[in-house]
């Protein structure tokens, strides 16, 4: 069902906290599923220095965080703004189909935590692309 990746991140999950004084903070949720991942950014001349996460949310959600923060980390801004949910799944060495949106979730936190460092740089927010959360999922 879960590969070993999705395992270890659910049960040794990266990042996990919350930064003081963040550079960024983004939020998204599925109110349909009940999951909810909030991202945290340390920027430093555009790079994100450290990244942290709350997560609530089952166990791919947590692993989508995890891996999602891990691969952001020491990346520069565009770099991050770049990271993909599928590319997310894939370094968890995949996710069962009806969790997809978990990794969905945490492309989406992470632009809604740049777009408010963006924000209070005084630079232009970036457009996100429009999810369908309506996918019929279960928990």
């Known amino acids: 069902m879960y590969s070993e990746k999705v395992l270890d991140h659910f049960q040794n999950p990266r990042n996990v906290g919350?930064?003081?004084?963040p550079d960024g903070v983004?939020?998204?949720g599925n109110p349909k599923c009940g999951d909810i991942m909030k991202i945290y950014l340390r920027v430093e001349n555009d790079v994100?220095?450290?990244?942290k996460f709350k997560t609530f949310g089952?166990?791919?959600a947590i692993a989508s965080s995890s891996m999602a923060t891990e691969l952001?980390?020491?990346?520069?801004i565009d770099?991050?703004?770049s990271l993909t949910n599928s590319a997310v799944a894939e370094a968890l060495d995949g996710l069962p189909?009806?969790?997809?949106h978990c990794s969905v979730l945490a492309e989406e936190a992470i632009h809604a935590a740049i777009n408010d460092y963006r924000?209070?740089?005084?630079?232009?927010?970036?457009?996100?692309?429009?999810?369908?959360?309506?996918h019929g999922h279960q928990h």
Not at 48 to 51: E, G, N, Q
Not at 122 to 132: A, I, R
Request: proline share 5%; charged share 35%; net charge negative.
């Open 26 to 28: 983004g939020q998204a």
């Open 48 to 51: 994100v220095t450290d990244i």
């Open 72 to 76: 952001v980390k020491g990346k520069n």
């Open 119 to 134: 924000r209070r740089k005084g630079l232009p927010v970036l457009e996100d692309k429009e999810y369908n959360h309506d």
């Open 79 to 81: 770099e991050a703004w």
């Open 18 to 21: 919350e930064i003081e004084n």
């Open 97 to 100: 189909p009806v969790k997809m």
């Open 58 to 60: 089952c166990a791919s």
